[in-house]
């Protein structure tokens, strides 16, 4: 079974989100012999990456991602290092999502040193224009559960 690992804020869920997920689990040779499992950035993390908290706190996030069907597993980011809870997973590929930036140069030796070999990718973009949280909360794209 392949463990492939993503991670974000998400702050409601939308399609882009969804395709995100659908994405990762596509990267095992046969996904549904994949395990999805999600990492939900902290919202000390995102303040500090982001500049301001998100809609939902962290336990809502996880709570609205545990109930997508397309994803297995659910954890939380670590709060002052992001690599423990990585190697806690084990996940054979780490799916990056196309803007993601933070805490991504030096992940794949990072890893490496803890002892963990991990394929890392980049996943491309949906509707990058219209699904992106920013833009839906200010357009009112949605609320606390998102549209799937």
Known sequence: MKRIMVFGTFDG????HLDFFKQA?????NPKDSLLIV???RDKNVLKIKGNFPVLNEKKRIILIKKC????????SGAGDHIP??????????????????YVKNLKKDLKNKGLMVKIT???SYKEKIYKNNLLHAEGGYASGGKN
């Open 13 to 16: 869920v939308h399609k882009g």
């Open 25 to 29: 689990r596509r990267l095992a040779q």
């Open 39 to 41: 990492s939900v950035a």
């Open 69 to 76: 069907k397309l994803v297995d597993k659910v954890v939380l």
């Open 85 to 102: 809870h990585i190697i806690k997973e084990r996940p054979d590929i780490i799916a990056l999502g196309y803007d993601q930036k933070f």
């Open 122 to 124: 980049r996943l491309k």
